[in-house]
């Protein structure tokens, strides 16, 4: 789609490390690490800059709107609204795509837009009878309502995606981001939380043979297993969202948001949600109807589990080796209400500040069969 002075742009993008519940974040609350990443963002952009709007995605956390307590928390002052939205996975990306519209609309000029979760500090609660409230239910009575492990091993066995390619799959996601960090492509992208500077998970030398000795999560038969999904994981990203016309005067590169889609799909199989949104997105659609992947260069789907996103690319002709260049979620981490924005950060590194392409994808499932899909160009 073509760039004019309304198209929401990209122009600063961060995100903390990720880390695994439990672990090196442990004792840091969702609203600490969403606004320890608000300040560096803000911090990146041009001279003494008036945000508007906040706008953070979260799935766990404690309510009371994350993100006027982020905003509050990260001193941009009592005038700056802000609000939460909650779309489950996909609420990072929904949230950036939420503060595009307002950019595009004319409504703000500048808004910081993301998503943080903390696994660790999320509060337990429980129904009126005592019994702990695992989740919410994603669809209601008489509807399918998958775990999504248990959907991804579902989709697996249906779309013919073996435990050997998964682990395959996790062990090539592994490798490139331990390569990428050692090359240090993540470092001007991470803002430090305390002495945390980097991400937990990633593991060096992790094969596919190594892998293929872990047992199947659900069930002997499954593909999925601890090595070969994602694990459960706090972090923050954050981007700062103008139109064209106030990137072009600020004389600044950033990564435009061209064109973006959010559509539905069986929720027996929610993990195939990207299949849908990425096949409405008319930038990507070649004269035959079908995704054309050579106007694309980089490709971000979050790898929630391999055998899903595996299933993903076979459903869409996608090349699986050009998923994911630095490494996906497998290895990086799935921080749920983050994770939607921080592929939008790691195609901001690629694009813009590595200048390794022009065009990207990114695009991520969401539980209750939805999926989010956004393409961003380049420009300055």
């Not at 404690?62 to 996909?90: H, K, M, W």
């Given at each position: 789609?073509?760039?004019?002075?309304?198209?929401?742009?990209?122009?600063?993008?961060?995100?903390?490390?990720?880390?695994?519940?439990?672990?090196?974040?442990?004792?840091?609350?969702?609203?600490?690490?969403?606004?320890?990443?608000?300040?560096a963002?803000?911090?990146?952009?041009?001279?003494?800059?008036?945000?508007?709007?906040?706008?953070?995605?979260?799935?766990?956390?404690?309510?009371?709107?994350?993100?006027?307590?982020?905003?509050?928390?990260?001193?941009?002052?009592i005038?700056?609204?802000?609000?939460?939205?909650?779309?489950?996975?996909?609420?990072?990306?929904?949230?950036?795509?939420?503060?595009?519209?307002?950019?595009?609309?004319?409504?703000?000029?500048?808004?910081?837009?993301?998503?943080?979760?903390?696994?660790?500090?999320?509060?337990?609660?429980?129904?009126?009878?005592?019994?702990?409230?695992?989740?919410?239910?994603?669809?209601?009575?008489?509807?399918?309502?998958?775990?999504?492990?248990?959907?991804?091993?579902?989709?697996?066995?249906?779309?013919?995606?073996?435990r050997?390619?998964?682990?395959?799959?996790?062990?090539?996601?592994?490798?490139?981001?331990?390569?990428?960090?050692?090359?240090?492509?993540?470092?001007?992208e991470?803002?430090?939380?305390?002495?945390?500077v980097?991400?937990?998970?990633?593991?060096?030398?992790?094969?596919?043979?190594?892998?293929a000795?872990?047992r199947?999560?659900?069930?002997?038969?499954?593909?999925?297993?601890?090595?070969?999904?994602?694990?459960?994981?706090?972090?923050?990203?954050?981007?700062?969202?103008?139109?064209?016309?106030?990137?072009?005067?600020?004389?600044?590169?950033?990564?435009?948001?061209?064109?973006?889609?959010?559509?539905?799909?069986?929720?027996?199989?929610?993990?195939l949600?990207?299949?849908?949104?990425?096949?409405?997105?008319?930038?990507?659609r070649?004269?035959?109807?079908?995704?054309?992947?050579?106007?694309?260069?980089r490709?971000?789907?979050?790898?929630?589990?391999?055998?899903?996103?595996?299933?993903?690319?076979?459903?869409l002709?996608?090349?699986?080796?050009?998923?994911?260049?630095?490494?996906?979620?497998?290895?990086?981490?799935?921080?749920?209400?983050?994770?939607?924005a921080?592929?939008?950060?790691?195609?901001?590194?690629a694009?813009v500040?590595?200048?390794?392409?022009?065009?990207?994808?990114?695009?991520?499932?969401?539980?209750?069969?939805?999926?989010?899909?956004?393409?961003?160009?380049?420009?300055?």
């Amino acid at each position: 789609m073509a760039v004019n002075a309304r198209t929401p742009v990209i122009v600063a993008a961060r995100r903390t490390p990720i880390g695994t519940a439990g672990h090196a974040l442990k004792d840091v609350t969702v609203d600490a690490l969403a606004a320890t990443v608000l300040r560096a963002v803000v911090a990146d952009l041009p001279g003494a800059v008036t945000v508007d709007e906040v706008v953070l995605g979260n799935c766990l956390g404690p309510g009371g709107n994350l993100a006027r307590v982020a905003a509050l928390s990260a001193g941009l002052g009592i005038e700056v609204a802000a609000r939460t939205v909650d779309v489950q996975c996909g609420s990072g990306l929904a949230a950036v795509l939420t503060a595009a519209d307002a950019i595009a609309a004319g409504r703000c000029e500048v808004v910081l837009a993301g998503g943080a979760e903390s696994a660790s500090t999320a509060p337990t609660r429980t129904w009126p009878d005592g019994r702990v409230y695992a989740r919410a239910p994603f669809t209601p009575a008489g509807h399918p309502d998958p775990e999504m492990g248990e959907a991804a091993d579902a989709l697996a066995a249906a779309a013919g995606i073996t435990r050997e390619r998964a682990d395959v799959y996790a062990a090539r996601s592994h490798a490139r981001a331990f390569a990428a960090e050692q090359a240090g492509v993540f470092a001007a992208e991470l803002v430090p939380v305390g002495a945390v500077v980097r991400d937990e998970r990633v593991r060096d030398g992790l094969t596919a043979e190594r892998l293929a000795r872990l047992r199947p999560t659900f069930g002997p038969d499954g593909t999925v297993t601890p090595g070969n999904a994602t694990g459960v994981n706090d972090g923050a990203a954050v981007v700062a969202i103008v139109s064209e016309a106030v990137r072009a005067r600020w004389g600044v590169p950033g990564l435009a948001i061209t064109e973006s889609a959010q559509r539905g799909c069986d929720p027996a199989l929610p993990v195939l949600g990207p299949v849908p949104a990425v096949r409405a997105l008319r930038t990507l659609r070649g004269d035959d109807g079908a995704v054309d992947w050579s106007v694309v260069d980089r490709v971000e789907i979050n790898e929630a589990f391999a055998a899903q996103v595996l299933a993903c690319a076979d459903a869409l002709g996608l090349p699986e080796e050009r998923i994911c260049g630095d490494g996906g979620a497998v290895a990086l981490g799935h921080p749920w209400g983050a994770s939607g924005a921080v592929l939008l950060v790691r195609l901001f590194s690629a694009l813009v500040r590595d200048g390794r392409g022009r065009r990207g994808l990114a695009a991520i499932a969401v539980g209750g069969g939805q999926g989010l899909a956004a393409v961003v160009e380049r420009v300055g």
